[in-house]
């Protein structure tokens, strides 16, 4: 891994591209408006990023919904999209590190976790999704032998994504990979805090020869951009992880234009139970510490919520405190540093606001506590810990999106069950035990899309990503995450 100064020194010579991608190519927003995105490890600018509103969303989707209907792509056979989408995978390889460093430095991100996570989890998640796209078959369906039924997995034409700032790339090519793959246009548009890294993937896709139009990148507002593109009549599908209220919203829009198909990935307040049979405790302990500490708790399946079972309370709590110790908050660009900035001086305000609630309702802090900003400086927050956590507690109940644990206490197995489903959402739980039946029976109990055993976060290409209740159905990666982007045609043929 390079050092801190050669960092740095790529901090300072990346290219920051700003502009809009539209029909292939890099062009200033109609209406000529930019916004600034800020470092926030700093609080100083990088670049002017173009505003789009609803009249580069027409001509993004005029390009895409004309490109589509052209055939340049959706009529190459899986093995010629497979190919060029291995070229874009080859790509963002070859432009690890520039894409690593537009990441940090737009969302404060540790550099570490973009080299060990996000890019190489991007660079796969293109190559298994292209991989996988020439191996599907239809189906012929059982009828009587004077018919012939074919069931057909088609494109559905224009997929709109709209992704989230926590894992810019990551997020950009979990969707955009099954998308393409199926053979549909897209407009991505990604979040207004985190645009840069999706252009930059923007350009890399035109380098590898995905047609002029099928592509497109479109930075700026929820409320412009965002709504002009959950509006349209000439979407189809509607890829969105973000919040659970935004969500919400685009499934409002849905109902006001054409019924376009809305997949939601939202918001969690993930749970981690430790049982007093947990056979490695320190291990878990880092865990959880890692589970809410890391990429500064801006983490969808961020283990916001702990509860250790009581026997064990005070000797985890020690082993937590020790390894929370580990993630000071520092220089995202320090290839040692474990904890950056958060994204803004917005979210800091949030954070401040919850650990100012919990205390106010009988939380003991433990560890950091209620972090102020700071005039010209980044927007940086202690690792906090706060302990007789109650799930009536508003902090308990909701998702801050911060480096904030609540840690509570329970007395058995059915207590825990309670405790951990006592929450709107349902996105990923952790649960420690070295009772492989009450492993299973826990997993069985909890209303989570994702449940790691002994371990947080686990996970690859191979495995679906999403969540249940207010976190959404909709399902990134595997097999599955085909199915968002495809419509089934049935073909009756009289013979
Ligand atoms: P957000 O909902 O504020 O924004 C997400 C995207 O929606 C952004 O691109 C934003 O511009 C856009 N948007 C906002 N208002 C809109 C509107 N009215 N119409 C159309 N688009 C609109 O979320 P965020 O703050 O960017 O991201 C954090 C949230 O994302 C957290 O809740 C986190 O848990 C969630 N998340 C979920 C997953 C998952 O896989 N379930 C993964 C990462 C993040």
Redesign the pocket.
């Known amino acids: 891994m390079k050092t801190s100064a050669e960092w740095k020194a790529l901090s300072e010579s990346v290219a920051l591209q700003g502009q809009a991608f539209i029909k292939g190519q890099f062009q200033d927003a109609v209406s000529g408006e930019t916004f600034p995105a800020i470092n926030p490890a700093t609080a100083a600018k990088l670049a002017d990023i173009a505003s789009c509103d609803a009249a580069d969303v027409d001509l993004a989707v005029e390009a895409a919904r004309e490109a589509f209907a052209s055939g340049v792509w959706s009529d190459l056979s899986p093995g010629d999209r497979k190919r060029a989408l291995l070229r874009l995978a080859d790509l963002v390889e070859r432009h690890a590190d520039e894409l690593a460093v537009l990441d940090s430095l737009d969302m404060g991100k540790p550099i570490a976790e973009m080299v060990s996570i996000d890019v190489p989890d991007s660079i796969d998640c293109l190559r298994w999704t292209a991989e996988s796209i020439d191996k599907l078959y239809g189906e012929i369906a059982p009828t009587g032998h004077d018919t012939l039924g074919l069931i057909r997995h088609e494109p559905v034409g224009v997929v709109a994504a709209?992704?989230?700032?926590?894992?810019p790339l990551m997020?950009a090519t979990w969707k955009i990979a099954p998308a393409l793959a199926a053979g549909n246009s897209v407009v991505l548009?990604?979040?207004?805090?985190s645009a840069l890294s999706a252009l930059r993937l923007a350009g890399l896709a035109k380098e590898a020869g995905i047609p002029d139009g099928v592509f497109n990148v479109l930075p700026g507002?929820?409320?412009t951009a965002?709504?002009a593109?959950?509006l349209h009549n000439e979407v189809s599908v509607l890829a969105?992880?973000?919040?659970?209220?935004?969500?919400g919203?685009?499934m409002e829009?849905a109902g006001q234009s054409n019924l376009k198909r809305v997949w939601i990935?939202?918001?969690?307040k993930s749970p981690m139970l430790v049982f007093e049979d947990c056979e490695d405790i320190e291990k878990a302990a880092s865990t959880a510490a890692a589970a809410i500490f890391s990429n500064q708790g801006e983490v969808?399946i961020a283990c916001s919520r702990l509860y250790v079972q009581s026997s064990i309370r005070e000797r985890f709590t020690g082993a937590l405190l020790e390894a929370a110790k580990t993630y000071q908050p520092q220089d995202p660009l320090d290839p040692e540093t474990r904890m950056g900035a958060l994204v803004d001086k917005t979210q800091l305000e949030t954070v401040a606001r919850y650990i100012q609630s919990a205390i106010d309702e009988g939380g003991r802090v433990l560890a950091g506590g209620v972090p102020e900003a700071v005039a010209g400086q980044g927007y940086f927050v202690e690792p906090t810990i706060i302990g007789d956590a109650r799930n009536s507690m508003r902090f308990v109940q909701e998702?801050i999106?911060g480096p904030v644990l609540a840690v509570g206490e329970f007395s058995d197995e059915a207590e825990a069950i309670r405790l951990a489903n006592d929450n709107r959402y349902g996105?990923g739980a952790s649960v420690w035990t070295g009772n492989l039946s009450r492993a299973h029976r826990v997993s069985r109990k909890i209303q989570s899309g994702m449940i790691w055993v002994n371990g947080w976060g686990g996970g690859d290409s191979t495995m679906p990503?999403?969540?249940m209740k207010a976190?959404?159905y909709g399902r990134?990666k595997s097999l599955h995450s085909l199915e968002k982007y495809t419509d089934i045609k049935t073909v009756w043929i009289n013979l």
């Open positions: 709209i992704t989230p700032w926590n894992y997020m548009k990604p979040s207004e805090k507002f929820g409320h965002g709504k593109l959950a969105f992880t973000g919040s659970s209220r935004v969500g919203l685009l829009y990935e939202a918001g969690g969808c998702e999106f996105l990503f999403g969540g976190s959404g990134d």
